[in-house]
Nanobody
Framework: QVQLVESGGGLVQPGGSLRLSCVVS????????MGWYRQAPGKERESVAN???????TYVDSVKGRFTISRDNAKRMVYLQMNNLKPEDTAVYYC????????????WGQGTQVTVSS
């Protein structure tokens, strides 16, 4: 079973930036589409950003122009650069493999908390 370890969260003021990292314990990360998800208190987990095996990226409308997903297959890493953060971005952020029309590919990791507050 692939393990996912997210890091890089923290407390940031509105307008600030954070870079999240996800270590994926597979030597063949290149064959998987990957995504970042988030779950805010009292809300369901939602997809935030996806990156295909060919590095095509897609974003939920609420983060377009502010977040950037990227990957480094050799390092087994997936990243989420978050700029101009807003209080509504406050959530626990997770990464996982993406399967079109299906649920997440692997068990969830522990996630990383992002809190945007003044």
């Amino acid at each position: 079973q692939v393990q996912l370890v997210e890091s890089g969260g923290g407390l940031v003021q509105p307008g600030g930036s954070l870079r999240l990292s996800c270590v994926v314990s597979t030597s063949i990360l290149s064959i998987y589409a990957m995504g970042w998800y988030r779950q805010a208190p009292g809300k369901e987990r939602e997809s935030v950003a996806n990156i295909s095996t060919g590095d095509t990226t897609t974003y939920v409308d609420s983060v377009k122009g502010r977040f950037t997903i990227s990957r480094d297959n050799a390092k087994r890493m997936v990243y989420l650069q978050m700029n101009n953060l807003k209080p509504e971005d406050t959530a626990v952020y997770y990464c996982n493999g993406v399967r079109a029309g299906l649920g997440p590919r692997w068990n969830w990791g522990q996630g990383t908390q992002v809190t945007v507050s003044s």
